[in-house]
Every structure is written in structure tokens, then in C-alpha cells.
């Protein structure tokens, strides 16, 4: 049996992805990376403080083979451009490096259907050149998943993304082909996916977008 790590947990994803790598026969031990403590028991949960400044510094003697990474904000959530940059990019990264200089097999993690480099739009370019960095680092799996609108149950409210949830659907019979990518999506199909792709055993850099997360 494998053992995971898990950063992010309390997230729409995060959540819903906790539960599943709890609920697996895969893993004998999920270490869930977390500034508080969490309101949840489970035989196999090991919660790990951490400052996230710091994940450099990060100790864990057991082996970790998988890396599930559900880390993200907004703008608006963090104050400021320079803040959502650190969480969303430079913290993603620092732990995909992390999982890569302690033997980690597999590093999952959510971008955004969208995200490159090249665009103009500063919240899709950031994952963009997170997605470079991590591919970069070449571990031997690494799987990125880039879902459109999230919809499920939220801790706090979001009136753009409530807004987007009550309009999308009138949108959907019209992305058909190469827009089905833009769909909104259940936050825990994103979490079922991430889970079942790390299962594969394949090696390789690896995006799903769309019906791809499935």
C-alpha cells in the first residue's frame, strides 16, 4: 500500500479529495498538509502543520509516493496580485520540488481550463508558468488538471463564481467540440479524476481538460 500527501484539503476539491484517498484501499497513511487543524477523525489521517513559507523545511519520515496538490485563491481572496501569485504558483511549486527531492512518484494538481503562458490575463498566465515550472522539474509522473467552473458546495460565498453557476447552464448546449473544455464541472469529479489518474501507473507529464476529467 501507498502512502499520499495531500495540500489543500479544505478547498472545494481539496475536500472532497480528502475523503476519497481516506476512503481507498490504496493508501495505509494521507497526510493532509494544513495551517489548522481539521474537524475530521480517520485511522489513516495524519494532519501536518505547516507555514507554508516554509514548505522547504517540510519533514516527513515516511516515504511519500503520491502528491495531490488542490492549493489556490483569487485575487480578490488574497489582496493582491503579488499574494495570489505566492499561493498559486510559488507555493505549488515549492511542494511539486519538494515531492521531487524526497522520492515522490506522482505530483497532481489543480490549474485552470485556460491556463498558459502566452494569454494576457494575469490569474490563466500564473498557472500557465506554474504548469511550466512543475513539467519542468520532470518527476516521474506528473498529472495537471485544468477544470472550467467549479460547481459545488462552498465555505464562503462568491457572488461572481454563484453569478457564472446560474448562468453557465444556459450556455451548455452551445459548447459543443473544441468548447465542451469550458463546461462547468462538480468539484468532486475533479477529485475522482485526480485520484483514478494517479492510479494509472504511467510515467510522464500529463493535462486534462474537459471530458478528459472524467
Known amino acids: 500500500m501507498k502512502t499520499a500527501?495531500?495540500?489543500?484539503?479544505?478547498?472545494?476539491?481539496?475536500?472532497?479529495?480528502?475523503?476519497?484517498?481516506?476512503?481507498?484501499?490504496?493508501?495505509?497513511?494521507?497526510?493532509?498538509?494544513?495551517?489548522?487543524p481539521l474537524a475530521l477523525q480517520h485511522s489513516k489521517l495524519e494532519e501536518v502543520t505547516i507555514d507554508f513559507e516554509l514548505i522547504e523545511q517540510l519533514k516527513i519520515e515516511e516515504a511519500i509516493d503520491d502528491v495531490y496538490c488542490c492549493l489556490g485563491?483569487?485575487?480578490?481572496?488574497?489582496?493582491?496580485?503579488?499574494?495570489?501569485?505566492?499561493?498559486?504558483?510559488?507555493?505549488?511549486?515549492?511542494?511539486?520540488?519538494?515531492?521531487?527531492n524526497n522520492g515522490g512518484q506522482q505530483f497532481s494538481v489543480v490549474s485552470s481550463v485556460g491556463a498558459s503562458i502566452?494569454?494576457?490575463?494575469?490569474?490563466?498566465?500564473?498557472?500557465?508558468?506554474?504548469?511550466?515550472?512543475?513539467?519542468?522539474?520532470?518527476?516521474?509522473?506528473?498529472?495537471?488538471?485544468?477544470?472550467?467552473?467549479?460547481?459545488?458546495k462552498r465555505n464562503e460565498f462568491r457572488f461572481g463564481e454563484k453569478a457564472s453557476e446560474l448562468i453557465m447552464p444556459l450556455f451548455n448546449p452551445l459548447l459543443k467540440g473544441r468548447l465542451?473544455?469550458?463546461?462547468?464541472?462538480?468539484?468532486?469529479?475533479?477529485?475522482?479524476?485526480?485520484?483514478?489518474?494517479?492510479q494509472m501507473g504511467i510515467g510522464g507529464n500529463f493535462v486534462y481538460e474537459g471530458a478528459e476529467i472524467k
Open 73 to 100: 485563491t483569487t485575487i480578490k481572496a488574497a489582496g493582491s496580485k503579488e499574494a495570489f501569485t505566492k499561493v498559486d504558483y510559488t507555493y505549488v511549486v515549492q511542494l511539486a520540488e519538494w515531492c521531487k
Open 118 to 152: 502566452n494569454t494576457s490575463n494575469f490569474y490563466l498566465q500564473t498557472k500557465g508558468q506554474m504548469e511550466d515550472a512543475i513539467s519542468a522539474l520532470q518527476l516521474p509522473a506528473t498529472h495537471i488538471f485544468r477544470p472550467s467552473l467549479l460547481l459545488g
Open 5 to 36: 500527501l495531500i495540500a489543500g484539503s479544505t478547498g472545494l476539491i481539496g475536500q472532497s479529495l480528502l475523503q476519497i484517498l481516506l476512503n481507498s484501499n490504496t493508501y495505509q497513511k494521507v497526510y493532509a498538509l494544513v495551517r489548522r
Open 180 to 198: 465542451r473544455k469550458y463546461k462547468p464541472i462538480q468539484a468532486n469529479e475533479v477529485a475522482t479524476a485526480m485520484f483514478k489518474k494517479a
